[in-house]
T-cell receptor, first 114, second 115 residues
């Protein structure tokens, strides 16, 4: 069965701290795709990144970085020097090659305090 | 220039009523989706259309009926609304239904409240 687990329900940090959001997935497929989405307080869902199962290279985009490890079925997301604007619910999601639908984790609510 | 738009943004209605939510995308994508986000923020797929054809139909009550008049539009009609239908409904689109084309872009959501 395909499943995504985000064990951290809520995280609270102070501005400028680094924070890592964990994501663990389960799938029997050898080809699959992993995603992160951000849902700020305004409610929209914003696409952040897509990773293919055959590409384990880590990715950095500004203060955001992603660590994909197939050996532990994890796709963790780190925000460096967090800012108040990073406060949001972050969702990790999985889709497989033939499927189309996104299977979401439960979300992690990140609160960054000034 | 909104990529994926939904109307209305808020919908408040009485139990038993019928209502529709409209979605339009101007990204030139072939595939569109409806997701439901419940009060605990859990997101779950409801339907997906590819080139106007239904390709995903999760275990959703028959009271929910999607309609895709063309590739750019996917509407959701709900009959006989129930309290449990209260949720945020998101429309999304992607280039294609699977693989590399499946990065999904979401609309702003429609918050449905059934009284």
């Amino acid at each position: 069965a395909q499943k995504v687990t985000q064990a951290q329900t809520e995280i609270s940090v102070v501005e400028k701290e680094d924070v890592t959001l964990d994501c663990v997935y389960e799938t029997r497929d050898t080809t699959y795709y992993l995603f992160w989405y951000k849902q700020p307080p305004s409610g929209e869902l914003v696409f952040l990144i897509r990773r293919n199962s055959f590409d384990e290279q880590n990715e950095i985009s500004g203060r955001y970085s992603w660590n994909f490890q197939k050996s532990t079925s994890s796709f963790n997301f780190t925000i460096t020097a967090s800012q108040v604007v990073d406060s949001a619910v972050y969702f990790c999601a999985l889709s497989y090659n033939q499927g189309g639908k996104l299977i979401f984790g439960q979300g992690t609510e990140l609160s960054v305090k000034p | 220039d909104t990529a994926v738009s939904q109307t209305p943004k808020y919908l408040v209605t009485q139990m038993g009523n019928d209502k529709s939510i409209k979605c339009e995308q101007n990204l030139g994508h072939d595939t569109m989706y409806w997701y439901k986000q419940d009060s605990k923020k859990f997101l779950k797929i409801m339907f997906s259309y590819n080139n106007k054809e239904l390709i995903i139909n999760e275990t959703v009550p028959n009271r929910f009926s999607p309609k895709s008049p063309d590739k750019a539009h996917l509407n959701l009609h709900i009959n006989s609304l129930e309290l449990g239908d209260s949720a945020v409904y998101f429309c999304a689109s992607s280039q294609g239904p699977s693989g590399r084309e499946n990065t999904q872009y979401f609309g702003p959501g429609t918050r449905l409240t059934v009284l």
